[in-house]
């Protein structure tokens, strides 16, 4: 990336950020005026799939006070689908608050999983019991603009071989070995939309996930655990690779908006380290899969 390039892309990501503080601040109050204005009788748009379309999440006990903020911005959302999947340790449920289960009156359908497998709880559960569908990804943390899932419906153009996200970083390659670059040097929240096989989805952020476009070996939930145990994204973007899928971004890349205090309850930090984090979890998944030669 040229030095013009990379100036324009910090003064876009800060003026990204600079718009995204008011909604930051204000996320809860515009959710608690738009469901009282709506009172359960939602306005949503066909979303023009004609296919059953799912929304996942995953959450944890740590998180659940913030928990039904996040599933009202995604009921709120201005485009039809056929369900909000919240997928749970069954252990897990019976802390949940009413807050959250009376969203079950709304359209909110919690499903208990019977063994916790962190993260891919989003996702492989309802691989499994739903293969036919198509799948959205949602984090439990963030707030969701109401466009969010339009965004993504209405850039699917019937080619189930391409997955659609919101929100994606870079892969880089070192020009001189042509290896991987570690994650610390990857262009985080890119402008570039591709599609290109260097797109780093991250799931949090929203992805569209045509029905077989993982293949069947993604809802290998044991050599998930043992080749990427805390980096979920990492796991779906090499069976998308393994896949040949293409994988694109919508969306104008708005800044994320997460609840006050969520990152330090997530994988995020963890995950940058340079021990045992992402680096570590890439390169036991490409010695196995052999993506990048």
Known sequence: MSIVKVIQYHLLRKYKSLAGIYLKRNADKLIAARWAQQQGQFQRAPNGINQTLMVNLTSFPARFATLHLTLKSLLLQNTQFDQLNLWLYQEDIAQLPSSVTELTQHGLTILPVAKDIR???????????????????????????????????????????????????????????????????????????GPEPLLFFTSGGGVLFPPGCLGEQAINSELAHQL???????????????????????GDNPKLITWKGSKGESLWTFNKQETGGNDHQFAQLNAYFGVFK
């Not at 990427?228 to 919508?250: E, G, T």
Request: glycine content about 2%; overall charge positive.
């Open 119 to 193: 993260s891919y709880k989003k996702l492989i559960p309802a691989l499994q019991q739903f293969p036919n569908a198509f799948h959205v990804t949602a984090d439990d943390d963030i707030y969701y603009r109401k466009n969010w899932l339009h965004e993504l419906t209405r850039n699917y153009h019937g080619d189930n071989s391409e997955i659609l996200c919101w929100r994606a970083h870079r892969i880089m390659i070192d020009k001189r070995t042509k290896q991987v670059l570690p994650y610390r040097k990857w262009e985080p929240k890119t402008e570039v939309r």
């Open 228 to 250: 990427a145990p805390y980096a979920d994204d990492l796991w779906w973007y090499f069976m998308a690779r393994v896949n040949q899928c293409s994988i694109r971004r919508v």
